[in-house]
Structure formats: structure tokens, C-alpha cells
């Protein structure tokens, strides 16, 4: 079960408190005035995927960025989606 923990209170232990997350999975809902701003909990092998897959997403959309910015600049150059499967396609020859 989750404590309340407000922000002053936090910062003023906070080594004690991260170390009680870290070592006995305690869950805190940090209030502001009394209101429930945020909750600290331990970091989950979930969340660990979740990052990944927004990293990748994240850098997915920024190819896409540039493959816009290069076609833009360059009317002939290739456009992202052919440089996809030209990279697929090698990807593909690699000894298993």
C-alpha cells in the first residue's frame, strides 16, 4: 500500500526514502498541500520495455524527420521507405 509523503518531507529524507523503494519495493504518493502530485514506486522490468519502445519510437519518427528533410532538399534522392528495404533487404543477406 501506498504512503503519503509530502514534497518538504521527501526532501528532506530523500536518501532514506529511495533506499526504502529500492530495497523494499515501498510505493509513495507525493502530495503538494495535501494534494496527490506524483507517486514514486520501484522501477519494473515493464517500465524498462516501455522506455525501449518509446526510444524506438522516438527515433523512428526522427528518420522519418529526416528522410522528409532530405526529400525537401533533394528532389531525387531516395525516399525513406526505398531506404528502408534497401536496408532490409541487406539485413536479410547477413549469415545467421
Known amino acids: 500500500m ?3 509523503i509530502g514534497i518538504r ?3 528532506n529524507q530523500t536518501s532514506r526514502i529511495v533506499r526504502r523503494v529500492r530495497e523494499e519495493a515501498a510505493e509513495y ?3 503538494h ?3 496527490p502530485v506524483a ?3 520501484p522501477f519494473l ?3 524498462a520495455e516501455i522506455r525501449q519502445r518509446q ?3 522516438d527515433e523512428w519518427h526522427e528518420f522519418l524527420e529526416l528522410g522528409k528533410e532530405l526529400t525537401e532538399s533533394d528532389p531525387l534522392a531516395p525516399l525513406p521507405r526505398h531506404i528502408l528495404e ?3 533487404e541487406e539485413e536479410s543477406q547477413w549469415p545467421s
Open 45 to 47: 522490468d515493464e517500465d
Open 9 to 11: 518531507e521527501l526532501k
Open 86 to 88: 534497401e536496408m532490409r
Open 55 to 57: 526510444k524506438a519510437l
Open 33 to 35: 498541500h495535501g494534494q
Open 2 to 4: 501506498s504512503q503519503e
Open 39 to 41: 507517486v514514486l514506486r
Open 29 to 31: 504518493v507525493i502530495t
